[in-house]
C-alpha cells in the first residue's frame, strides 16, 4: 500500500467521523435548546371566526340563528394508560356524557401511545360540568361554537343551516355564507405533552375577523300565521306537502315563506333530503288554472279582448285539434270574459289563447317570468319548464293558456299576481333586507327593483276587478273571502303526472287584498291532499286565514275602486 493511499482513507474516514459528531452534536444541541419533542410541540392553529346573526324584518332581539358554545370532550390516552386510571375515568365520562363506560374503554386502549383522542364533540356545557369541575388529569376540554336556532323548525326552509365544519347549508346559511362567516384568524404557537398551549412561546397571533349580521325582510308574526295556516292544512287534508309565501306588492320583499313538511335545524342530520326540500321555490308544478289571469291579463293589454267581450265555451264541450276539451263537467254557453275567469272555463280561456296567437302568448309569458329564476336570495330555485314555440303542438296554446303543458314554481305564480296588483311593473322578490358588518358598517342593502313592465295600468286594473269576482258568490274562490275587504285571486286544480300518468291533483289558491289598492299577495299550495283535491277547498281557507291575520296586523284598511287611478 502506498503512503499516498493511506493518507487519503485516512483523510475520508477522519471527515466522515466528523460529519457524524458534528450531527450528533447539532441535534443534541436542538433538542436541549430547542425543546424535547415530549415536552414541547408546535401547533398552527385557525381561528375560526364568530358567525354573524341572523335577524328578522325588527332586528334587535328578533334572533333567528346565533351561535352557541360548546365543548370538545378530549382525553390523552397515553397518560390514561400510564397512570392506569382508564377504567375509572371511562366510568366518569360515560356517566356525563351517557354513553357507554365499556366502548370508551377500548377506544381509549385502542390508542394506548396517542395522545390526543376524541371522546364526544359539541357536548354542552351543562352536561360536562362535574368533569370540568374534577379536573382529571388526562381528560381535557376544547371550546367550539356551534349554530344554534332559538325556534328549531321555524322557517327551516328560509334559514338553512350550519354543519360542523362550519359551511353554510341550504337557506339564507348558504347564499350569504361569505358574509355571515367572517374571515378567520391565525394562531402559532407551543403546546406541551397535554396539548397544552404554552403561552409564553406564543408566536404569530392574528385575531379573526367576526362575520356580518344578516337582517331578512320576514316578519317573524307573518312567518307565524304562515305556518300555522299551513299546519292546519296538513292536519286537515294529510297532502304529500303544502307551502305557502307572503309578498309585499309595492316593493317585492317577502314577508313570510314556508314549506311542510320541515325538519328540526339543530338536529339537522337525522332529516332527510326530502325534508330540507323548499317546496316554494324548489318544486316545479304544472299551476292549472291560477294561470288563466295571465293569458287573459295579456290578452286584455294586447286589444285582443275587452272584460266584456263574448266567448262561446261550446257548452262544456270543444272538439280542437283531433282533441276534446271540457270544461271539468259544466255546461257553460256564451260568456263574458269576467265570466270566463269567475267560473273557471277552460274552453273560453283556451280561445282567448287562439285569438292572441302563439308568438304573443309565449312573448307575455316570458315577460311575465314563466321559464326562468326570480333570483331570490336562496339556493335551490327553479327555473320552471316552458317548451319554446318551434316544439308546441297544435293544441299546446290552448292547453298552456289554462296551465297545463308548462311549469312554475309558487313564486313565479305569485310574482305574476303581484305584478298584475302593480299596475303591471314586475318587481324583482328579495329577502335580504341588510348585511351589517362587526362594527355596524351596513355594507349590503336589498331594496324594490323593478324588472319589466309586462303590461300597462288599464290592463292590471280590468285584471284585477276581474280576478275580484272570483271570490264573489257564484265564484270559485269564495271560501277566501274575508270581511270587509274585497279579495282578488284565482283558484287553481291541476292534475300532475305520478308513476307516469295523471293521477294526482294539486290544489292552489294566489291573490292579493284589497283589491282596489292591493298591498300584500299570497299564494297556498296543496300537493296531493286526500279525499278532496279543488284549490277552492283545499287551499283557499288557509290563504283567507292568512290574508286576515296579515291585514289586520299591518293595520291595512279596505280600500275602493276610486283610488286605483291615484296609485
Known amino acids: 500500500m502506498s503512503s499516498r493511499g493511506f493518507y487519503i482513507r485516512a483523510f475520508v474516514s477522519a471527515t466522515m467521523l466528523l460529519v457524524a459528531l458534528g450531527g450528533l452534536g447539532f441535534r443534541l444541541a436542538f433538542l436541549h435548546l430547542g425543546g424535547h419533542q415530549q415536552s414541547k410541540r408546535a401547533i398552527e392553529r385557525t381561528i375560526i371566526a364568530g358567525r354573524g346573526y341572523i335577524f328578522d324584518c325588527k332586528g334587535g332581539d328578533n334572533i333567528l340563528a346565533m351561535n352557541l358554545g360548546v365543548k370538545d370532550v378530549c382525553v390523552s390516552p397515553k397518560t390514561l394508560v400510564e397512570n392506569e386510571t382508564v377504567d375509572e375515568v371511562s366510568a366518569l365520562l360515560a356517566r356525563n356524557l351517557g354513553k357507554d363506560a365499556n366502548k370508551i374503554a377500548q377506544n381509549i386502549r385502542k390508542r394506548s401511545v396517542k395522545e390526543f383522542a376524541y371522546v364526544e364533540r359539541y357536548v354542552h356545557e351543562d352536561r360536562i360540568a362535574n368533569i370540568q369541575e374534577l379536573k382529571v388529569d388526562g381528560v381535557f376540554m376544547q371550546d367550539k361554537t356551534v349554530r344554534y336556532y332559538p325556534q328549531g323548525n321555524f322557517m327551516s326552509h328560509v334559514l338553512g343551516f350550519v354543519n ?94 314556508a314549506s311542510r313538511p320541515s325538519f328540526n335545524l339543530n338536529d339537522f342530520r337525522t332529516a332527510d333530503s326530502d325534508l330540507k326540500l323548499n317546496r316554494a321555490i324548489g318544486v316545479n308544478f304544472e299551476p292549472g288554472s291560477t294561470m288563466k289571469a295571465l293569458t287573459i291579463a295579456a290578452a286584455l ?236 277547498v283545499v287551499a283557499a281557507p288557509a290563504f283567507r286565514e292568512i290574508v286576515d291575520q296579515t291585514v289586520s296586523y299591518f293595520d291595512i284598511q279596505p280600500a275602493t275602486w276610486t283610488e286605483v287611478a291615484q296609485r
Open 301 to 536: 293589454n294586447a286589444g285582443v279582448i275587452t272584460p266584456s267581450t263574448m266567448i262561446d265555451c261550446e257548452n262544456g264541450q270543444w272538439f280542437y285539434g283531433g282533441r276534446v276539451l271540457t270544461d271539468g263537467g259544466h255546461s257553460y254557453g256564451i260568456m263574458s270574459v269576467a265570466d270566463i275567469i269567475k267560473k273557471s272555463s277552460n274552453i273560453g280561456t283556451a280561445k282567448i289563447a287562439l285569438m292572441m296567437g302563439r308568438k304573443l302568448q309565449y312573448d307575455y309569458m316570458k315577460q311575465f317570468g314563466v321559464g326562468d329564476r326570480m333570483g331570490i336570495e336562496l339556493p335551490g330555485e327553479e327555473a320552471g319548464v316552458l317548451a319554446p314555440i318551434k316544439r308546441w303542438s297544435k293544441i299546446c296554446p290552448t292547453r298552456i293558456a289554462f296551465g297545463q303543458a308548462y311549469s312554475v314554481t309558487a313564486l313565479q305564480v305569485l310574482n305574476t299576481f303581484c305584478t298584475i296588483a302593480n299596475n303591471g311593473y314586475r318587481m324583482k322578490p328579495y329577502l335580504v333586507k341588510q348585511i351589517t358588518s362587526g362594527d355596524g358598517e351596513v355594507i349590503y342593502r336589498g331594496g324594490p327593483k323593478v324588472v319589466n313592465r309586462p303590461i300597462g295600468v288599464t290592463a292590471a286594473n280590468e285584471m284585477a276587478k276581474i280576478l275580484a269576482t272570483v271570490t264573489e258568490n257564484g265564484g270559485t274562490g269564495r271560501r277566501a273571502r274575508i270581511d270587509g275587504f274585497t279579495v282578488a285571486g284565482k283558484t287553481g286544480t291541476a292534475q300532475k303526472v305520478k308513476d307516469g300518468t295523471y293521477s294526482a291533483w294539486v290544489g292552489s289558491f294566489v291573490g292579493f287584498v284589497p283589491a282596489e289598492n292591493p298591498q300584500i299577495g299570497v299564494i297556498v299550495v296543496v300537493d296531493e291532499p286526500e279525499g278532496v283535491h279543488a284549490g277552492g
Open 164 to 257: 360542523y365544519e362550519g359551511v353554510g347549508s341550504l337557506g339564507v346559511e348558504q347564499r350569504v355564507d361569505s358574509y355571515l362567516r367572517g374571515s378567520p384568524g391565525l394562531l402559532e404557537s407551543k403546546v406541551d405533552a397535554r396539548r397544552r398551549e404554552l403561552y409564553t412561546k406564543r408566536g404569530t397571533y392574528i385575531p379573526a375577523m367576526e362575520g356580518a349580521d344578516v337582517t331578512l325582510t320576514i316578519d317573524q308574526n307573518i312567518q307565524y300565521m304562515v305556518e300555522k295556516a299551513l299546519d292546519e292544512v296538513v292536519a286537515k287534508h294529510n297532502p304529500k306537502g303544502a307551502w305557502a309565501i307572503v309578498q309585499r306588492i309595492e316593493t317585492g320583499e317577502i314577508l313570510g315563506m
